[in-house]
């Protein structure tokens, strides 16, 4: 089945699109005029199209006022009882199409009651028909009330959904015994999902449906199930979602997609998605985020993630886990067609690097930091001279000594044979990844691949990163030992040179940076940080 919608062109004109499926989703940031973009679409068809708007009262009676079907339909679509207000000025207020607060909840619980009642209604005059004759019986009709039971079923698995007499209750069995209450006593959540369910159900047949915020007040762990289960119900509907949630967006996978680049005011810049080999997820965070882009290590809430996230404010910061996953997302987004109105960056630990391979990662926009990994830069002298400052040590730079004794006699002296091996193997795989292997025949490849081979030195290696580690642990260069030295874990090993707790010190530097230190640390850790990431 295609679909037949609209959107406006840069000019305003409308222009016209098809799909195959039976969801589109507009995704844009706040303030990209989403909402009237929705008022927009439903203002060129009225009779066409319903539209559920973002600011939503779910509160309703208890004891529904019931109409007939007719009725309560039109008051559904329309806002009206007789059904000839074809503009739906009652229903939107008169041309208050984005500020309208929603208040029909009555109406639409009103509408699927009188709608099942027409389907008992029918069937039960089917069955009279049957009479004496040989006729079949005519099928027990799912009526909406059932299909609104199953969609509920299928978002609160442990819950029940009743409707008894005209009204709604919810239920939880416990002990093998149901305990219900009343709909008016229901969770935001569960309101939500009996409220959007009845509107989508209640609405007349081959309409297309926009929903502003498809996400308000419902969990996202159930959003994407209330969704789906809606479309399937209605395949004879167009569903249009006007929302910003990006997880909602990319949980989509079969919709057309579009986002909106700009709003003036009056205008909207709207362009198509295409997929491309890009993360999906990703494209939409970064289409409706507006910022410049950095990829860098670690996950979600690690400290590492939650410093970067703090000094470049005005970036999209995304942890991406290793340096592979950085290194391949950088490359892919920077030559997205999708993406050029953004800058992006990514942003990995120098780890063992030689310059050679630092300057090959900065001609497609990777940097390195001046440290060994992202922990390190808690333990740059700047850092803990600050912190000790903060505290009120009582002597600064007998902390400071300690703390880089510490580093470089306790634990780098210690390590040190494991680590120069470690960075003479991550030089070695290096120069390997660099050996160009010709194609063109089985002879070639092979001795392309020896040349590449025999211009791998490892005493050459081994002697070259065994001078910069022996010199950097017999001059005690604290510096070049943090630059050098790969151990995740030993500032969270110094809290007690504070007077503090361990694993409470990189939490205290973050608290430092989130609030009114914010400009001092960044500052100081700038020192450590690629100059070609403006910040």
Known sequence: ???????????????????????????????????????????????????????????????????????????????????????????????????????????????????????????????KDRGDNKAEWPDTPVTSIDKIQHIWKSVFPQRELIEDDSKFYAGLYKNGELNKYSATEMSDGERAVLYLAAQVLSVPKNKMLIIDEPEVHLHPSIMN???????????????????????????????????????????????KIIEESIPEELVFEILGSRKNVLFVEGETNSYDSQLYTQIYRDYLVIPCGGCTKVIERTKAFRNSTMLHECEVYGLIDRDYRSEREIASL?????????????????????????????????????????????????????MIERQLCQSVVAEIKYQLSCIEIHNRNEEEAKSTLQIGLDSIKYDDIRDEKESIFRQALESKDYRSVLKIFNEKGISKTIGHFFGIKNDEYQRKVINLLNGECYKEIVELLGRYLPNEIPR
């Open 1 to 127: 089945m295609s679909f037949k919608y609209w959107l406006p062109d840069e000019n305003g004109q409308k222009t016209e699109y098809e799909t195959q499926n039976n969801a589109v989703i507009i995704i844009g940031a706040n303030g990209s005029g989403k909402s009237k973009l929705g008022a927009w679409i439903e203002c060129q068809n009225f009779d066409g199209v319903h539209r559920v708007g973002a600011q939503r009262n779910l509160n309703f009676n208890e004891n529904i006022p019931l109409k007939n079907y007719s009725e309560a339909e039109n008051w559904v679509f329309y806002g009206s009882g007789d059904g000839n207000d074809h503009s739906k000025g009652q229903r939107w207020n008169w041309g208050h199409y984005t500020t309208r607060l929603m208040d029909d909840y009555d109406s639409v619980l009103a509408a699927v009651i009188a709608l099942k009642n027409n389907e008992i209604s029918k069937f039960h005059q089917a069955c």
């Open 362 to 414: 900065k001609e497609n926009g990777i940097y390195v930091i001046g440290v060994a990994e992202v922990e390190n830069l808690f333990l740059v002298e700047e850092l803990i001279r600050f912190v000790a400052t903060r505290f009120a040590t009582e002597n600064v730079e007998q902390t400071i000594d300690n703390i880089k004794d510490f580093v470089i006699n306790t634990k780098f002296s210690n």
């Open 225 to 271: 199930r209330l969704w789906k289960e809606l479309e399937r119900c209605r395949e004879d509907c167009l569903f249009i979602y006007i929302t910003h949630d990006l997880n909602f967006a990319s949980a989509h996978c079969n919709a057309t997609k579009f986002w909106i680049k700009d709003f003036d005011g009056k205008h909207w810049k709207i362009e």
